[in-house]
């Protein structure tokens, strides 16, 4: 799965990255000055995934990668948590 776009922030320090996570829980949907896309389209395009992926594969296993960031939002997604 595509990594989530982290705007401005790529390439720099991991640090730089500790803001996201709790702007995230204040506004899911929320679009930055930094370019960081947000909890909801992350969403938007995994659902358009999840999708194509059941249409054309039907009764099939798939396996799926990505990094945390991504990850973790479809976990709490499809664990039917409040994405906002």
Known sequence: MRERDV???VGLFTGAYDGVWPR????????HDDGVESVVSV????LDMVLLL???HDNEAIGLCS?????QI????????DIG
Do not use: I, K, S, Y
């Open 7 to 9: 705007g401005t922030l």
């Open 24 to 31: 995230d829980l204040r506004d899911p949907t929320a679009l």
């Open 43 to 46: 969403c938007a395009r995994l």
């Open 54 to 56: 059941e249409d054309r």
């Open 67 to 71: 990094h945390a960031d991504v990850l």
């Open 74 to 81: 479809f976990q709490c997604w499809m664990a039917g948590g």
